[in-house]
Each structure stands twice: as C-alpha cells, then as structure tokens.
C-alpha cells in the first residue's frame, strides 16, 4: 500500500521557503554528491605513497579504471531500480555499498586488493550522483529546482579545486589509508539524515528485474570505457585487442537497444528518447563531459609545464574556470526559476563554450597566466550555463515514473563524453608533442616523451635547458590542437541547443496575487520529436 503521509514533495511546489525538513535532506544529498566527486580527485594525489607501500606499479592505472568502470556500468542500473523499487532505500543502499568499498579499500595489503576493493566504491558511486538528481526531482519542482543549481555548481567547484589539496594533506599526515577512510563519518552522517527526515512514498514492483537487458548494457559501456581508457596507451588504437573491444561493445549495444524493444520492463525504457528535449539534453551533455573533463586534464598540465606554476596547488590552477561556472550556475537558476525561461542558456553556454575553447587553442610560450585565466574564466561561463540546466530539461521532459532513468541516462551520457574527450583529445595532445620534441630535439626529444608525453614537475626540472624549452613548445603545440578540437565538437551542442523546444516547466515559481499554479496541477509534459 503506498504511503499517504505528507512528504517534503508535498511542500515543494507551495512557492514558498523550503521545509526544513528538505533543507536538511538537501544537505545530506550535497555530501552524498561530494563524496562521489571527491574521491578520484582525493586518491590522485596519494597515488605515488600507494604504490610506494603497495608496490605493483604496472596495475596502478587499475586502481582508476576499475572504480570508473563499475561506476559507468551500474549508473543506469541505481536509476531504474530506484524507479521501481523506491529512490530512498535504492539510494541508502548506493551510499553503503559506497562506504563499504571505501573501508575495505583502505584496509587493502597488495594492489590486487586495492583494484578489487576501488570496483565495490565505485558500484556504489554509480548510485550517488544518480540518487541525489533523482531525489531533488522528486522533492523540488523543476521551476523551483533551479535555485538549487548553485548549491550542486559550488560542490563540483569545491571538489575539483579542494580535492588535491585535502588528498595531499590528508596523505602527509595521516597516511593514505585515510584518504579512503575520510569518506566514513561523511556517509554515515549523509546516511542517518535521509533515514530520519526523507520521506518519500514507497512503491513495490511487481515486474523483474532485465537481467539480460543490464548485462548487455554492463559489457557495452565496459568495453566503450576500456577503450578510451587503453587505446593510444596501453595498447595502440589499431591493435587486435582495441578492435575487439570494439566489436564487443558494438554488438552488445545493438543487442541491448534491440532488447529493449521486447522487455517488459527495460533498463532504459526508449520512448525517454521520444522526448525531442531529452535526446538533446543527452547530445548536449555528452559533449560538455567531452569538453570539461578535456579542459581539466590539459590546463594543469599547460600552466605547470609552460607557465611554470606548481604542481602542489594544481587544483587553484582551475579557479578562474570553476569560479565562472558557479557564478553563472548561481545566475542561470535564479533567472530560470523567476521566468521559467531556459532555452537561452544552452544557446548561449555552447557559444561562450565554443569561444572560449578557441581562445584557449591560441595560448603559446609567451601567454601569460592572467590572459589564460581570462580564457579559462570564458569557458567556465559557458559551462555554468550548461552543467545543471541539461539535467533540469532532461527531468522536466519525462513523466515522473522514469524520473530515475532519465536521471541516470543523462548523468551516464556525461560520464562516456568525458572518457570520449580525455581519450582523442588525450591522443591527439600527445601525437603532437611527441612530433614537435622530435622536430625541434630530434632523437633525444622523442626519447624523452617516448614513455609519455605527460611529464611531471619534477621531470621536467631535470631535463638540459633546450630540451625543457622544446618540450614547453611541444606542449604549446599540444594543448592547441586538443583546445581547437573541443570548439569543434562544441558546435554539436550549439546545434542541438538550437532545436531545443521551451516546454514551460512544471511546478511552482514565482506567482502574482491571486493567481493559481496552473502548471503545479498539470500532468507531466512529455513533448513529441
């Protein structure tokens, strides 16, 4: 029997200040999501003292891959069994298999333990993200929702510039095994909050579970992952093993789509993709994954290699970008939520993101680092723009049953553009310094980026002056092409965009005396292609 008690979601749509039960939910949600941001960039930093104690050095990019990995594959799962079997115990269960993995990760003795452990956090990571879009669907209206955005911008800020820092500080004075251990008092905190104030109705469905259906997607987005991760690296774009998984992913894709079509009840139900708005969001946030996490990779690695900035505070290397996009997230929410107008901003966002990836290709040897920060802040605009209101249409665009689908397929489509992105941008940043080393150095140039084109401060401190200023040039060369390459893509988004049909948004909003929420009352709106 449903639960008929009055819930946060009741209150949501009243126009008015938020419950405080919701608020504290809100701020459960917030921790929840920072664990999930925080933990790669934590462990990055405490990765040299791991395999220092740990050893197994050859199998350290595992410790990354794995936890990736079981976080692609099982997002869009959390989403579908919150749909039917409830999103508050589905989304309990995320947060302890999350704790859990995080625990025995930080007990691990060899690194064989410490890969296997990083697959049981990442299971549980893939809920997370997934968990707290769905909850604030459920609880705020979309009209409402995007006052939120700046809250939801301000923890991806803080986690991408904040994460370094407490994993190197974390790792100096406590150990590593902290910095997986950290992740406990938070989750049990996040835990006990939504045990005690959420509230949602519960449901029981009577449909199994597609079995068939999510390992097929599982082994699709598996060997999609592997691919961008291994390919140019670990194994060369053409090789056997590359065009194999390839094949793998390719059929298992087109089984699963095909499976879809007969299952009673799918994975990823495909009339979600009817929706003109969602197919475009999904479009537009892929590409903002491809270009983000592109932009993340490069710019560090740009300013300590040519600007000469430490490696120490890479984080603060972002904050002119991070700083822009929570800025105009604050805005794009606000402006939304008062009008119950969006269109403009993914218009606008893929333009300032187009301009400001160009600028960012026409950085050289001689840029300095405030005329870098300009360009970076250009980007971080157009992403502020565009981060949180792709998941607010996408929501707005299905009815509420598919609520966690939609969350998770958006949120999944985010996930393979950032693989997409730091893997050709990544080939093509390194095709390119390795030729220009090999042009202005010669045999020793090609020598010195013959293991990786990537090379740390403290390498680069010890290369002969000329080969230092080649590889500076090489790098120059680099950061252009794979910048230059993300305009490109960017003008897919700025196409989609383009097409996007301004369905008025449902729920609450600013009202005149008087009036009635006409829209608080409707059904969802669901419009056709």
Same mark, same amino acid.
């Given at each position: 029997?449903?639960?008929?008690?009055?819930?946060?979601?009741?209150?949501?749509?009243?126009g008015?200040?938020?419950?405080?039960?919701?608020?504290?939910?809100?701020?459960?949600?917030?921790?929840?999501?920072?664990?999930?941001?925080?933990?790669?960039?934590?462990?990055?930093?405490?990765m040299?003292?791991?395999?220092?104690?740990?050893?197994?050095?050859?199998?350290?990019?595992?410790v990354?891959?794995? +936890?990736?990995?079981?976080? &692609? /594959?099982?997002?869009? =799962?959390?989403g579908?069994? %919150?749909?039917?079997? #409830?999103?508050?115990? *589905?989304?309990?269960?995320?947060?302890?298999?999350f704790?859990?993995?995080?625990a025995l990760?930080?007990?691990?003795?060899?690194?064989n333990?410490l890969?296997?452990?990083?697959?049981?956090?990442?299971?549980?990571?893939?809920?997370?993200?997934?968990?707290?879009?769905?909850?604030?669907?459920?609880?705020?209206?979309?009209?409402?929702?995007?006052? +939120?955005q700046?809250?939801? &911008? /301000?923890?991806m800020? =803080?986690?991408?510039?904040? %994460?370094?820092?407490? #994993?190197?500080?974390? *790792?100096?004075?406590?150990?590593?095994?902290?910095?997986?251990?950290?992740?406990?008092?938070?989750?049990?905190?996040a835990?006990?909050?939504?045990?005690?104030?959420?509230?949602?109705?519960?449901?029981?469905?009577?449909?199994?579970?597609?079995?068939?259906?999510?390992?097929?997607?599982?082994?699709?987005?598996?060997a999609?992952?592997l691919?961008?991760t291994w390919?140019?690296?670990?194994?060369?774009?053409?090789?056997?093993?590359?065009?194999?998984?390839?094949?793998i992913?390719?059929?298992?894709?087109?089984?699963?789509?095909?499976?879809?079509?007969?299952?009673?009840?799918?994975?990823?139900?495909?009339h979600?993709f009817?929706?003109?708005?969602f197919?475009?969001?999904?479009?537009?946030?892929?590409?903002?994954?491809?270009v983000?996490?592109?932009a993340?990779?490069?710019l560090?690695?740009?300013?300590?290699?040519?600007?000469?900035?430490?490696?120490?505070?890479?984080?603060?290397?972002?904050?002119?970008?991070?700083?822009?996009?929570?800025?105009?997230?604050?805005?794009?929410?606000?402006?939304?939520?008062?009008?119950?107008?969006?269109?403009?901003?993914?218009?606008?966002?893929?333009v300032?993101m187009?301009?400001?990836?160009?600028?960012?290709?026409?950085m050289?040897?001689?840029?300095?680092?405030?005329?870098?920060?300009?360009?970076m802040?250009?980007?971080?605009?157009?992403?502020?723009?565009?981060?949180?209101?792709?998941?607010?249409?996408?929501?707005?665009?299905?009815?509420?049953?598919?609520?966690?689908?939609?969350?998770?397929?958006?949120?999944?489509?985010?996930?393979?553009?950032?693989?997409?992105?730091?893997?050709?941008?990544?080939?093509?940043?390194?095709?390119?310094?390795?030729?220009?080393?090999?042009?202005?150095?010669?045999a020793?140039?090609?020598?010195?980026?013959?293991?990786?084109?990537?090379?740390?401060?403290?390498?680069?401190?010890?290369?002969?002056?000329?080969?230092?200023e080649?590889y500076?040039?090489?790098?120059?060369?680099?950061?252009?092409?794979?910048?230059?390459?993300?305009?490109?893509?960017?003008?897919?988004?700025?196409?989609a965009?383009?097409?996007?049909?301004?369905?008025?948004?449902?729920?609450?909003?600013?009202?005149?005396?008087g009036?009635?929420?006409?829209?608080?009352?409707?059904?969802?709106?669901?419009?056709?292609?």
């Open positions: 029997m449903a639960d008929t008690t009055k819930t946060p979601a009741d209150d949501a749509g009243t008015g200040k938020q419950p405080r039960s919701v608020r504290v939910v809100l701020l459960a949600l917030m921790i929840a999501m920072m664990l999930a941001m925080l933990d790669n960039m934590i462990i990055g930093t405490a040299p003292t791991i395999v220092g104690e740990l050893g197994g050095l050859e199998r350290l990019s595992w990354v891959t794995a +936890y990736t990995l079981a976080t &692609a /594959a099982s997002t869009p =799962l959390w579908k069994l %919150g749909d039917m079997y #409830g999103r508050k115990a *589905t989304f309990m269960s995320s947060i302890v298999i704790l859990i993995g995080s990760s930080g007990m691990a003795q060899n690194m333990e890969i296997g452990f990083r697959a049981v956090q990442g299971l549980g990571a893939g809920g997370l993200m997934v968990g707290v879009m769905a909850i604030i669907g459920d609880l705020i209206p979309p009209r409402e929702r995007g006052k +939120y700046g809250m939801m &911008a /301000a923890v800020a =803080l986690a991408m510039i904040g %994460g370094p820092l407490v #994993g190197g500080t974390i *790792t100096d004075h406590w150990g590593w095994r902290w910095a997986f251990y950290i992740n406990l008092p938070l989750g049990v905190v835990l006990a909050a939504i045990s005690v104030v959420l509230h949602l109705p519960k449901k029981r469905s009577k449909a199994r579970i597609d079995y068939l259906g999510a390992a097929l997607l599982t082994v699709g987005i598996t999609i992952v691919v961008t390919g140019g690296t670990e194994y060369a774009w053409g090789s056997a093993r590359i065009m194999e998984l390839i094949g992913g390719v059929a298992a894709l087109v089984g699963f789509v095909f499976w879809q079509t007969k299952a009673a009840e799918p994975v990823v139900p495909l979600i009817r929706s003109r708005n197919t475009l969001m999904s479009v537009i946030g892929f590409i903002t994954g491809f983000m996490f592109g993340t990779l490069f560090p690695l740009y300013q300590q290699s040519v600007q000469g900035a430490s490696a120490t505070n890479s984080g603060l290397l972002l904050l002119p970008m991070l700083g822009a996009m929570l800025v105009t997230s604050m805005v794009a929410g606000r402006v939304t939520t008062n009008t119950g107008k969006y269109k403009v901003f993914p218009v606008l966002g893929s300032l187009i301009v400001g990836l160009y600028l960012l290709s026409t050289d040897t001689e840029t300095s680092r405030f005329t870098s920060g300009v360009y802040a250009v980007v971080g605009f157009g992403m502020g723009c565009l981060m949180q209101i792709t998941m607010l249409v996408a929501q707005n665009s299905v009815e509420m049953k598919d609520m966690g689908v939609a969350s998770s397929s958006t949120t999944l489509f985010r996930t393979l553009g950032s693989s997409f992105g730091v893997a050709i941008m990544g080939a093509l940043f390194n095709n390119r310094v390795q030729d220009v080393m090999a042009e202005r150095a010669g020793l140039g090609s020598k010195v980026t013959g293991q990786s084109a990537q090379l740390d401060w403290k390498s680069l401190q010890k290369l002969p002056v000329p080969i230092r080649a500076q040039h090489a790098v120059s060369a680099g950061t252009h092409s794979a910048f230059l390459l993300g305009a490109v893509v960017a003008v897919v988004a700025l196409v965009a383009v097409f996007v049909k301004e369905v008025p948004l449902k729920g609450a909003g600013p009202k005149k005396d009036e009635q929420d006409a829209q608080a009352a409707q059904p969802p709106v669901v419009e056709a292609v």
